[in-house]
């Protein structure tokens, strides 16, 4: 493949496409008032979309109402019958026309490969489907970022994005299937997501302020909170002392890892004799494993893979976003009182690293040991997180 005449086929498609894109853009904010509907679909999320910079701001009010044109059985098929339309330049029409029979829509990507300069060959996380793809805005963070959210259209030869990329470096995509199921608790499948994104992609690029929260990696050990449901049936009660500290609260257990129940592992299990639950839950995926081998022995029937895999940064991003605490399983919440679960551990560290990643985003230096105090973690654990993120954002 020629990738230098290539480049030069879709330069010349974006130039030409630029002046009657910004012009149907225009026409179709007047028409039916898309500029309106941005201001109040976009409303729940003004106190996130605000630490956007004021000029991608623009850039995702223009991409909304583009898409709103230009997605499949968009408003494109009205306005070409429209005389305003038909009166433009044929050249221009012509795009239109084609434009409409290529719908743009909304993907989250994976760069497999990167064949030639801003050139890659992309996987649509929730379709599957492969495609190459000419993107210069990819292409500054090609290497750092895990996976990418684009609006994206096909110009006969391979596809383009139009308007702001998210391009995330502590999201995967069972991040976005767990927030997208979060804001759509029927969603049970790759493709009834990739349909609600197309539905509600504004509350995808609600993640757009987040792009460069970093995955945490401790040593050898990145985190990520893992949480397996299970019953109870066929666990024996008698062998969990010999791998667990365990307390008893009447008939409900909190059993700690030994060995890793501590950071950065946090590999616990909690038994609900009552309801004849079980929750598996830990912080690194060496401690997970550790986990269900431990759990295993005691005669628990647990699935293949985990029901949950949720990377802090989302978590942060999730509660920042919906304005509430993300709770992963029913003893997810700690409580203050004397017969509390007491598992703040997990909690406070996450607590910490929001704080941490805030304090490095506003260019502040910690005081270690006030925050080792405040989230009852030791100084020298606050010290290597903070260490960490600098290295993750390139600030060191």
């Given at each position: 493949?020629?990738?230098?005449?290539?480049?030069?086929?879709?330069?010349?498609?974006?130039?030409?496409?630029?002046?009657?894109?910004?012009?149907?853009?225009?026409?179709?904010?007047?028409?039916?008032?898309?500029?309106?509907?941005?201001?109040?679909?976009?409303?729940?999320?003004?106190?996130?979309?605000?630490?956007l910079d004021p000029a991608t701001f623009r850039e995702l009010k223009a991409q909304f109402i583009t898409f709103k044109i230009l997605k499949e059985n968009g408003l494109i098929h009205k306005y070409l019958n429209h005389s305003s339309v038909k009166n433009r330049a044929p050249h221009d029409y012509a795009y239109l026309q084609k434009a409409a029979q290529e719908p743009y829509r909304f993907a989250f990507l994976l760069a497999k490969d990167n064949p030639a300069p801003n050139f890659f060959n992309m996987q649509d996380v929730f379709t599957g489907e492969?495609?190459?793809?000419?993107?210069?805005?990819?292409?500054?963070?090609?290497?750092?970022?895990?996976?990418?959210?684009?609006?994206?259209?096909?110009?006969?030869?391979?596809y383009q994005t139009y308007g702001p990329i998210g391009a995330f470096r502590g999201f995967d995509p069972?991040?976005?299937?767990?927030?997208?199921?979060?804001?759509?608790?029927?969603?049970?499948?790759?493709?009834?997501?990739?349909e609600f994104v197309q539905k509600e992609h504004l509350k995808f690029s609600a993640l757009l302020p987040f792009t460069n929260i970093p995955v945490t990696v401790h040593g050898k050990d990145e985190l990520i909170e893992i949480v397996t449901f299970g019953n109870i049936q066929g666990v024996k009660k008698t062998g969990l002392k010999k791998d667990f500290e365990v307390k008893t609260f009447e008939d409900f257990q909190i059993c700690?890892?030994?060995?890793?129940?501590?950071?950065?592992?946090?590999?616990?299990?909690?038994?609900?004799?009552?309801?004849?639950?079980?929750?598996?839950?830990?912080?690194?995926?060496?401690?997970y494993d550790r986990l269900v081998n431990a759990v295993e022995k005691l005669g628990a029937n647990l699935p293949e893979y985990a029901d949950i895999r949720l990377h802090p940064s989302m978590k942060i991003a999730m509660k920042d976003i919906l304005k509430k605490e993300i709770l992963l399983h029913p003893f997810d919440a700690p409580v203050s009182d004397d017969e509390s679960l007491d598992d703040m551990d997990k909690e406070s560290l996450n607590l910490l690293l929001d704080k941490l990643i805030l304090l490095v985003n506003e260019n502040r230096k910690p005081d270690f040991a006030k925050l080792a105090h405040e989230f009852s973690q030791d100084e020298n654990t606050v010290k290597d997180l903070y260490k960490l993120i600098l290295e993750k954002v390139g600030k060191m």
């Open positions: 493949m020629d990738f230098n005449q290539l480049e030069k086929f879709c330069v010349d498609h974006s130039r030409k496409g630029e002046e009657i894109l910004e012009w149907i853009m225009y026409y179709g904010a007047g028409k039916d008032r898309l500029d309106k509907q941005f201001d109040l679909q976009s409303k729940p999320f003004k106190h996130v979309l605000r630490d492969e495609l190459l793809m000419y993107s210069p805005g990819v292409a500054q963070d090609y290497g750092d970022a895990l996976m990418f959210y684009c609006m994206i259209s096909d110009n006969g030869q391979c069972n991040d976005i299937f767990f927030y997208a199921s979060e804001l759509n608790p029927a969603i049970t499948t790759d493709e009834e997501l990739h700690t890892l030994k060995k890793y129940g501590e950071f950065p592992h946090f590999a616990t299990l909690f038994l609900d004799w009552r309801e004849d639950e079980i929750v598996l839950s830990a912080m690194t995926d060496m401690g």
